[in-house]
């Protein structure tokens, strides 16, 4: 262990918690781990070695839901201790969309963390509502910085401050937890309300739309190359540990 780490216990509420085991399976190895229903990981990070573990899927997923990847959960590897750790880099199956390999980085808590949180959207925009206007999400995560203690799961957005067409919401104007800061710019817009579109201005973005159509990428499909990419690196991981 490096003689600059200190080891900083510090009790967050409601943690979730995983228990881990160490594992000698590597590379196909692991896949009879996998039909007895654990998942291979590894964990690495602040003041530990890298170490080959294995967790149940079962419990994985449930902790995974609760806390995503920018949440601390406490990790408890039978026969040695416990780390506060994140989960990094979940790959998953391409047929069974079902996870297949982890990575879990441990923290130190007295240390500031940068990582991205998701936005949700709440409340109700009277732009929307009474004016029929129509709600452009232009942000879906922040990058923040913070203790890990303090790092949420998600961050909430209120949409109820959209009372105009034209209306927008401004990094500025997220309410952050304690403790947590936007590394975004201030005047990066989240959301925002468009007028609505009688039918022949929507066939006029048809018709503009047309000659691109091919080159333009959705929301979506980008999403899924980002994901498929990601996983790519992923999977290259698990196949390795």
Avoid: C
Wanted: proline share 5%; charged share 30%; hydrophobic share 45%.
């Amino acid at each position: 262990m490096p003689n600059s780490f200190k080891e900083v216990r510090v009790i967050i509420q409601n943690m979730q918690e995983l228990t881990a085991t160490s594992r000698t399976e590597l590379g196909k190895k692991v896949n009879a781990l996998r039909r007895a229903g654990f998942l291979p990981a590894i964990v690495y990070g602040e003041g530990v070695d890298s170490a080959p573990v294995a967790v149940t899927l079962r419990d994985f997923e449930k902790v995974y839901r609760e806390a995503g990847e920018s949440s601390v959960i406490e990790l408890k590897v039978a026969g040695g201790k416990n780390l506060n750790v994140m989960i990094h880099d979940v790959a998953y199956d391409p047929l069974t969309s079902k996870p297949i390999h982890a990575d879990f980085y441990s923290v130190r808590m007295d240390k500031e963390l940068e990582t991205k949180v998701p936005l949700v959207f709440a409340g109700e925009s009277p732009a929307v509502k009474g004016e029929g206007g129509i709600l452009v999400k232009v942000m879906h995560e922040i990058e923040v910085k913070a203790l890990p203690k303090d790092l949420p799961h998600e961050i909430s957005v209120d949409i109820a401050i959209l009372d105009k067409i034209g209306a927008r919401i401004y990094v500025k104007d997220i309410a952050l937890p304690h403790g947590v800061k936007s590394l975004a710019e201030a005047q990066e817009v989240v959301a925002l309300v468009e007028a609505p579109r009688s039918e022949e201005e929507l066939k006029e973005l048809e018709t503009e739309a047309a000659p691109v159509a091919a080159e333009a990428k959705t929301e979506r499909e980008v999403k899924i190359e980002e994901k498929a990419a990601k996983n790519s690196k992923a999977l290259m991981r698990a196949s390795l540990s």
